[in-house]
């Protein structure tokens, strides 16, 4: 058993029997929490372990049994195949997972975002308010970039936060939301907002040999304005300098919707012959991404590595294969929190950061009603994995 995992005191009695729903999308994440939440809680010893609270606390399986079937017409319905009365409910959704299909009239529809949150609603009002709590774990935020208003248009992040808790959900717990104020929506109820920036300092610790973590080695960048504060607590943590990269515009022309980028200005130390970690929330096409890594290339950085919450990949994989091949990028890190291809598992450019046990700390710790604030703030983490780094110890201990 982890350190970490021994040091959890969860002696409380849980706020009720444990109950995990992943829908179909997040069905490979939600096994794997599972595994996690199945053998710690073999080995806890609990002297409440007899007492009725702490009833169907042992399991062989947390997960409940839930599916959405489809009419040809492309309707659905959600059915809950087991009793969730009294249970402390997590519902797991993917609104990212494009690779799931269904029948709509004889074609073959892949599943957008707008499903995947249907469905989520459908489960949700087959639950009936039968369960004591229910909470709702969504990696990647619905909506979340539509999250302000600019014109005349809708705020689709807001509404469909209000709706989740209109129709009975009493948390929300999101990783990395493009904009954390979306939570202004809903301000009476839980809203988390969790980084994954542990997981990505260590999956490039494991696989990157050679780091010198020192400001006159490497750095931390932000592509953009927006993503200032990731920068901000990476380059703190591991106490390096950074830069941030922002993008002029033509204010006078319109070109597809919106004002074309004249130049990306930077702001910040000189990066000649630094290592630099660039760091966003997701990457979806790649562009912008990869247009600050040539302009870092230009100003003579060393090895450039990706840091990104998300990888949509929306475009392929072929321009990031090219940057690879030419010394553009040394490492691109996303993690399981959306759906992966098999084509990206397998890049050599590619690492993959398993959130997986992170979830289960965060439900374990959730259904006992234990603050998770030490989960939230994983600084002594990450100073503990760094010296240990630059021990030269075996960081898969």
Same mark, same amino acid.
């Not at 398993?354 to 289960?360: G, T, V």
């Given at each position: 058993?982890?350190?970490?995992?021994?040091?959890?005191?969860?002696?409380? /009695?849980?706020?009720?029997?444990?109950? =995990?729903?992943?829908?179909?999308?997040?069905?490979? @994440?939600?096994?794997?929490?599972?595994?996690? @939440?199945?053998?710690?809680?073999?080995?806890?010893?609990?002297?409440?372990?007899?007492?009725?609270?702490?009833? $169907?606390?042992?399991?062989?399986?947390?997960?409940?049994?839930?599916?959405?079937?489809?009419? +040809?017409?492309?309707?659905?319905?959600?059915?809950?195949?087991?009793?969730?009365?009294?249970?402390?409910?997590?519902?797991?959704?993917?609104?990212?997972?494009?690779?799931?299909?269904?029948?709509?009239?004889?074609?073959?529809?892949?599943?957008?975002?707008?499903?995947?949150?249907?469905?989520?609603?459908?489960?949700?009002?087959?639950?009936? +308010?039968?369960?004591?709590?229910?909470?709702?774990?969504?990696?990647? %935020?619905?909506?979340?970039?539509?999250?302000?208003?600019?014109?005349?248009?809708?705020?689709?992040?807001?509404?469909?936060?209000?709706?989740?808790?209109?129709?009975?959900?009493?948390?929300? /717990?999101?990783?990395?939301?493009?904009?954390?104020?979306?939570?202004?929506? =809903?301000?009476?109820?839980?809203?988390?907002?969790?980084?994954?920036?542990?997981?990505?300092?260590?999956?490039?610790?494991?696989?990157?040999?050679?780091?010198?973590?020192?400001?006159?080695?490497?750095?931390?960048?932000?592509?953009?304005?927006? +993503?200032?504060?990731?920068?901000?607590?990476?380059?703190?943590?591991?106490? %390096?300098?950074? $830069?941030?990269?922002?993008?002029?515009?033509?204010?006078?022309?319109?070109?597809?919707?919106?004002?074309?980028?004249?130049?990306?200005?930077?702001?910040?130390?000189?990066?000649?012959?630094?290592?630099? /970690?660039? =760091?966003?929330?997701? /990457?979806?096409?790649?562009?912008?991404?990869?247009?600050?890594?040539?302009?870092?290339?230009?100003?003579?950085?060393?090895?450039?590595?990706?840091?990104?919450?998300?990888?949509?990949?929306?475009?392929?994989?072929?321009?990031?294969?090219?940057?690879?091949?030419?010394?553009?990028?040394?490492?691109?890190?996303?993690?399981?929190?959306?759906?992966?291809?098999?084509? %990206? @598992?397998?890049?050599?450019?590619?690492?993959?950061?398993?959130?997986?046990?992170?979830?289960?700390?965060?439900?374990?710790?959730?259904?006992?009603?234990?603050?998770?604030?030490?989960?939230?703030?994983?600084?002594?983490?990450?100073?503990?994995?760094?010296?240990?780094?630059?021990?030269?110890?075996?960081?898969?201990?």
């Amino acid at each position: 058993m982890s350190s970490r995992e021994e040091t959890r005191n969860l002696e409380t /009695i849980p706020v009720g029997s444990l109950g =995990i729903i992943p829908l179909e999308g997040c069905k490979n @994440l939600g096994e794997k929490v599972n595994e996690y @939440l199945v053998k710690w809680r073999t080995q806890r010893e609990s002297e409440h372990k007899e007492s009725l609270a702490f009833a $169907g606390y042992q399991r062989d399986s947390y997960l409940l049994n839930a599916k959405v079937p489809r009419f +040809g017409s492309g309707e659905a319905k959600g059915m809950i195949l087991e009793s969730v009365r009294g249970t402390d409910l997590y519902l797991l959704v993917d609104v990212a997972n494009y690779s799931l299909t269904y029948s709509l009239c004889g074609h073959e529809n892949h599943m957008s975002p707008d499903d995947h949150y249907q469905d989520l609603k459908r489960i949700i009002a087959a639950v009936g +308010g039968k369960a004591r709590r229910i909470t709702v774990i969504m990696p990647f %935020l619905y909506e979340s970039r539509q999250h302000k208003r600019t014109a005349r248009e809708s705020l689709d992040c807001a509404l469909a936060l209000q709706e989740m808790v209109r129709m009975g959900v009493d948390n929300i /717990i999101t990783f990395d939301a493009h904009d954390p104020r979306v939570q202004n929506a =809903i301000p009476l109820h839980g809203f988390e907002t969790v980084q994954p920036t542990y997981q990505f300092i260590k999956g490039l610790l494991k696989n990157v040999k050679g780091l010198e973590l020192d400001p006159t080695h490497m750095m931390v960048v932000s592509p953009d304005e927006g +993503g200032m504060s990731r920068a901000i607590y990476v380059a703190n943590v591991l106490g %390096l300098d950074m $830069g941030m990269f922002y993008k002029r515009r033509d204010f006078t022309k319109i070109v597809d919707g919106r004002n074309p980028i004249v130049a990306h200005e930077f702001l910040g130390t000189d990066v000649s012959g630094k290592d630099v /970690i660039l =760091i966003d929330d997701m /990457i979806s096409s790649g562009d912008s991404v990869l247009e600050v890594a040539t302009e870092l290339k230009k100003r003579n950085a060393n090895r450039i590595f990706i840091f990104s919450t998300f990888g949509l990949f929306t475009n392929g994989l072929q321009k990031f294969d090219d940057a690879y091949e030419n010394g553009l990028i040394s490492r691109v890190l996303t993690t399981n929190l959306i759906y992966q291809t098999p084509e %990206l @598992l397998s890049k050599e450019w590619y690492i993959n950061c398993d959130l997986s046990k992170y979830i289960a700390y965060l439900i374990d710790t959730l259904n006992h009603d234990v603050s998770i604030s030490d989960l939230l703030n994983p600084s002594e983490r990450i100073q503990n994995i760094v010296q240990r780094y630059k021990n030269n110890e075996d960081l898969n201990q």
